[in-house]
T-cell receptor, first 114, second 111 residues
Framework: DAGVIQSPRHEVTEMGQEVTLRCKPI?????LFWYRQTMMRGLELLIY????????DSGMPEDRFSAKMPNASFSTLKIQPSEPRDSAVYFC????????????FGPGTRLTVT | RKEVEQDPGPFNVPEGATVAFNCTYS??????FFWYRQDCRKEPKLLMS???SGNEDGRFTAQLNRASQYISLLIRDSKLSDSATYLC????????????FGKGTLLTVNP
């Protein structure tokens, strides 16, 4: 059974470029989460969706960040323009509404902005 | 004050040792508590939920003290494979689905 799938696994880009991260949640899961992890700040929730609708985007750092979920099996996190301080590991996770709070994380995208 | 605080460690223990981690949380409205485990350069995975009465899963025991707002994790008879970062997690913002993660405690079990 496939887990959460993220692409790309690694991304190196130059400051000012647009970056798009992709996520496919586990089939049947109705919650999707985007997190960012850095050594300094740990794991931070950026935004989460329920049934493809954004519920809470209070963790999105600024207008340069946007996230969409056009259907139940796909979500994107876009950074435009990217900055060196955006360098981090970005995780996507999904969960079931009826679950116990367990979230299933994807392998992450390691983003480096030079 | 951070919502969830943990001693970052590192904790270096020999195989077979018992090790305990604590964490404190600031949101008295938190209702759900978890320990997640994260291996080096991997994604976090749920280790166990933490219930008010305390709970045990094999060599792992989790305790919750609501009055003092702290959560603990005890690992008995530690194995090399227990080496990882342990993340203390609570829900926040009144939502069961919005989780706040501590920065983690690094454990290394040595042969």
């Amino acid at each position: 059974d496939a887990g959460v799938i993220q692409s790309p696994r690694h991304e190196v880009t130059e400051m000012g470029q647009e970056v798009t991260l992709r996520c496919k949640p586990i089939s049947g899961h109705d919650y999707l989460f985007w997190y960012r992890q850095t050594m300094m700040r740990g794991l931070e929730l950026l935004i989460y969706f329920n049934n493809n609708v954004p519920i809470d985007d209070s963790g999105m750092p600024e207008d340069r960040f946007s996230a969409k979920m056009p259907n139940a099996s796909f979500s994107t996190l876009k950074i435009q323009p990217s900055e060196p301080r955006d360098s981090a590991v970005y995780f996507c996770a999904s969960s079931l509404r009826s679950g116990s709070g367990e979230q299933y994380f994807g392998p992450g995208t390691r983003l480096t902005v030079t | 004050r951070k919502e969830v605080e943990q001693d970052p460690g590192p904790f270096n223990v020999p195989e077979g040792a018992t090790v305990a981690f604590n964490c404190t949380y600031s949101n008295s409205a938190s209702q759900s508590f978890f320990w997640y485990r994260q291996d080096c350069r991997k994604e976090p995975k749920l280790l166990m939920s933490v219930y008010s009465s305390g709970n045990e899963d094999g060599r792992f025991t989790a305790q919750l003290n609501r009055a003092s707002q702290y959560i603990s994790l005890l690992i008995r008879d530690s194995k090399l494979s227990d080496s990882a970062t342990y993340l203390c997690v609570t829900n926040s913002g009144g939502s069961n689905y919005k989780l706040t993660f501590g920065k983690g405690t690094l454990l290394t079990v040595n042969p």
